[in-house]
């Protein structure tokens, strides 16, 4: 089955650096377009990023562009989410997602808290 596992969270002071990664099991990793979206305290799941499967282009919803980096690495079937100039506002769960068939497939998240 679908498996994915999140990781890299934590706490860090305003304009500081994390690096996200989503342990990908269960399925053709290199077949999907993988996304991150988060979830902030009171508020609905936000998209973040995605990537492309094949090409590896990318997307970035404008809170975060220049500031977050996309990537995967599909021997390893993970995708990461590079983090930098973190602002209190990125405070959120963290999960990546995978469209698979009709369902959409999410990990249990980590946590990002963003403060000093």
């Known amino acids: 089955q679908v498996q994915l596992v999140e990781s890299g969270g934590g706490l860090v002071q305003p304009g500081g650096s994390l690096t996200l990664s989503c342990a990908a099991s269960?399925?053709?990793?290199?077949?999907?377009?993988m996304r991150w979206v988060r979830q902030a305290p009171g508020k609905g799941l936000e998209w973040v990023a995605g990537?492309?499967?094949?090409?590896?282009?990318?997307y970035y919803e404008e809170p975060v562009k220049g500031r977050f980096t996309i990537s995967r690495d599909n021997a390893k079937n993970t995708l990461y989410l590079q983090m930098n100039n973190l602002k209190s506002e990125d405070t959120a769960v963290y999960y990546c997602?995978?469209?698979?068939?009709?369902?959409?497939?999410r990990g249990q998240g980590t946590q990002v808290t963003v403060s000093s």
């Open positions: 990537i492309h499967n094949a090409d590896g282009d990318t």
């Open positions: 997602q995978v469209d698979y068939g009709a369902d959409t497939k």
């Open positions: 269960g399925f053709t990793f290199s077949l999907y377009y």
